[in-house]
């Protein structure tokens, strides 16, 4: 009778372990396929945002002008801009400006949104796996975008020499000002997310802790403000174009949860709860 019992016990370990080993199996394996699918859907994202000005329309050359005529007159403010903002920096708290500087900053900005991308992938939450890698994907366009600029128009910060001096092609840090870097990466990361609610306290909140390092760079003499206010202009656009792009292929399964509406509805002698969905 032992011995029928300790069998019966380790038959019950036995079929325990594999069964555990099995659900572990299941779940690595969900994870890669959703880690393949995801790096797809990423690399379609960026591409798209690179081949659609070629299929630009009318509405988008508004669009486009639009960011050229308020990125010029900031550009015609800068000189006048920039002692004011220097001005309110000397007595912005350190902490808010310490957290402009990490926020923006892109490790940990990379860090932030592979938590984001990361639990969405692990808890198989469709939603939040669409924010990381509309996250990811837009960082990576305005990216490119901002490095390339950078480079090309080789402007001067406000801590190495004049608003309308600028050395294309420099190697030097201080002439890698327009557009400011820490902006795009800051605000791209707080649009996507914004963009994931309805309610506008909410939105509003996420914007605010966005807009924290764009002002810090202004605060900290690191960027005229026409380099800011483009930086933001760009990572709102892109972030839009993804997400549209995204959406209308369905590559994730975002749609909002129908809710049933209840009422009571009595005829003769009878009495009746409707719901509509």
């Known amino acids: 009778m032992k011995k029928i019992t300790i069998l019966f016990l380790l038959s019950l370990a036995s079929l325990n372990l594999f069964s555990q080993t099995d659900s572990t199996t299941t779940k690595t394996g969900r994870v890669w396929k959703h880690l393949k699918y995801d790096a797809g859907i990423t ?3 960026v591409g798209h ?3 659609q000005p070629l299929k630009w329309k009318s509405d988008d050359f508004i ?6 005529a308020g990125t010029t007159l900031l550009y015609l ?9 220097i001005k309110q920096g000397s007595g912005a708290p350190k902490i808010v400006k310490d957290f402009g500087w990490y926020f923006g900053s892109p490790q940990n900005f990379f860090m932030v949104s592979t938590g984001i991308y990361g639990f969405g992938l692990l808890t198989d939450n469709e939603k939040v796996r669409h924010t990381g890698i509309l996250i990811f994907s837009s960082a990576i366009t305005t990216g490119l975008i901002q490095s390339i600029s950078k480079t090309v128009v080789g402007r001067a910060r406000p801590n190495s020499g004049d608003y309308n001096e600028f050395e294309p092609f ?3 840090p201080g002439f890698h000002s327009f557009p400011s870097g820490h902006s795009v990466l800051s605000f791209t990361m707080a649009h996507a997310i914004a963009k994931q ?3 506008f306290w909410v939105k509003a909140g996420i914007y605010a802790v966005g807009s924290i390092a764009p002002i810090s760079r202004l605060w900290e003499n ?5 380099d800011v206010g483009l930086g933001m202009a760009i990572s709102v656009v892109v972030v839009d174009g993804i997400e549209n792009f995204m959406t209308k292929n369905n590559f994730y399964n975002t749609a909002k949860p129908k809710t049933i509406s209840w009422r009571i509805s009595a005829g003769a002698g009878t009495i009746g709860l ?3 969905f």
């Open 197 to 199: 609610f309805d309610n």
């Open 49 to 51: 945002s690179f081949t």
């Open 77 to 85: 403010s800068d000189e006048q801009a920039n002692p004011v903002f």
């Open 63 to 68: 669009t486009a002008g639009g960011i050229l």
């Open 274 to 276: 409707t719901g509509t």
């Open 43 to 45: 690399l379609k994202s």
């Open 222 to 226: 690191a960027h005229w403000l026409s």
């Open 170 to 172: 420099s190697n030097k």
